[in-house]
Each structure stands twice: as structure tokens, then as C-alpha cells.
């Protein structure tokens, strides 16, 4: 009589989520953001995808760390009796910037998921600020797309003396600022603001919101949209005071 097979146990599933899995979840939310949110209704995640963009923004970062200094250069010529930096001083304020910037970028997805969040409640859905984060996030996957496409426009320019000019020309226009100009600092942040990414990046917080909170698409919306708003606003205001 043969002995009795034990029973197999169904194997347990990892209590995280491997960096490989955000990494790809990333790239697929740009075309199946609905797919990538269902996978992670009941446990969103955030901080992972998250490192994943601020690792490619320090690179993108590193490779344009020549025009940045260029800029630098730029500033400090504008600036009356400014101090004279080597190229060495310059490129290490210019790592500074690379360096900073993810910590940036979270702190604005903080401020983005806090935003989501109120407006959403006001709008009467019942969401969790975890889920708010998660979604402003993996909406955030634009943020290396642009730098990667500002970088790639720079370098088609030629070097950094050829390419940036003035200030401006650090930022290649990739919104509205390609139709419209303006002299104000704030307006032209704002039309730079409006883009063919901008709008790619509400519509996949959005969705993010339907399928990670089962929240309805009016409030979804609604909390997608005002948090662009605010963002936006506040990152002209920060960009008219940086430059005066």
C-alpha cells in the first residue's frame, strides 16, 4: 500500500515587492496604469518606485551635470561683485542640484498625496493617503521622461556654451511655452507646466485613484486635476522667485 502523500502547502507570497517588479510596474503604467493599480489595491506601494525614479534622475542628472554648471556660470555673471568659481567649485554646486532633486521630487509627491487626499475627501470618497501617494508617484514616472528629452535637446544643440545661452535656454521648451512666451517668470513656468506629459501624468493619477481606492471617477478626477492645479502653481511661484 503506497504511503500517503502530505498535503502541499500553497506557498506564501513575498511580503515586499522586488525593486525588478516597481522598475517594470513603472514602464507598464505608462500604457496599462489600470492593470498596475489593480495589482496593488490592497497593499499600495510607493517608496520603491519612488528609488527607481530618483536612481534615473541621478543619472540623467550626472550626464547633464555640464549644462548645469553652464547655468550656474550664467547666474553668477547676472549677479553683481559675484565670486569667480573654478570649474571645479562650479561642478560641485552642479552635483549639488543633481543630487538634490529626488529629494525634491519626494517632497512635492508628499504635498501631491496630502493635496489628492483633501480634495478627494471633500469630494466625499473614502481614500487611504497610502494609496494617494502611490498614485502621485507612479504619476511622477514623467519626471525622468522630461529630463531625458530636455537632456537630449541640449546635447543635439552642441556643448554647453552652445547650447545655453541664457537661463532659459536650460529648459527646452516641451509644453505650451513652444506656442506661447511671456516676460513674467510665473506665466512662462505655468505654460511650460501644460504639456502633452503633464496631461499623461493627471490621467494615470486618476486612475491610479479609481482602481487603488474604488473611488468614484467624478471625485478621482476631481482630486487629480486640483492637485495639478495647485502643484503647478506652486512650482511657477517658486520659479518666478528663483529668478527674481
Given amino acids: 500500500m503506497a504511503a500517503p502523500v502530505p498535503p502541499t502547502q500553497a506557498s506564501t507570497p513575498p511580503s515586499h515587492t522586488p525593486i525588478v517588479t516597481d522598475a517594470v510596474r513603472l514602464v507598464r503604467v505608462l500604457y496599462t496604469p489600470s492593470a498596475v493599480f489593480d495589482e496593488q489595491h490592497e497593499k499600495p506601494t510607493w517608496f520603491l518606485p519612488w528609488l527607481v525614479i530618483a536612481i534615473v534622475c541621478l543619472v540623467i542628472g550626472y550626464i547633464q551635470a555640464p549644462y548645469s554648471q553652464r547655468v550656474i556660470e550664467l547666474m553668477l555673471q547676472a549677479i553683481p561683485n559675484a565670486p569667480q568659481l573654478t570649474p571645479a567649485q562650479l561642478h560641485s554646486r552642479a552635483m549639488i542640484g543633481v543630487f538634490s532633486t529626488p529629494i525634491v521630487f519626494l517632497i512635492f509627491a508628499l504635498l501631491g498625496a496630502g493635496i489628492l487626499f ?79 506629459l503633464p496631461i499623461w501624468a493627471i490621467i494615470i493619477t486618476a486612475i491610479g485613484i479609481i482602481h487603488l481606492e474604488k473611488a468614484k471617477k467624478s471625485a478621482a478626477w476631481a482630486a487629480a486635476i486640483g492637485s495639478y492645479v495647485v502643484t503647478l502653481l506652486i512650482g511657477a511661484l517658486l520659479a518666478g522667485l528663483q529668478r527674481g
Fill in 118 to 196: 483633501l480634495i478627494a475627501s471633500i469630494a466625499g470618497a473614502s481614500v487611504r493617503y497610502r494609496g494617494m501617494l502611490s498614485a502621485t508617484v507612479f504619476s511622477q514616472v514623467m519626471v525622468p521622461i522630461t529630463l531625458l528629452l530636455q537632456t537630449l535637446i541640449l546635447r543635439m544643440r552642441g556643448a554647453p556654451g552652445d547650447a545655453i545661452s541664457s537661463v532659459a535656454d536650460a529648459q527646452p521648451a516641451l509644453g505650451l511655452n513652444v506656442l506661447l512666451s511671456s516676460d513674467s517668470h510665473f506665466v512662462q513656468a505655468i505654460y511650460a507646466g501644460i504639456g502633452p
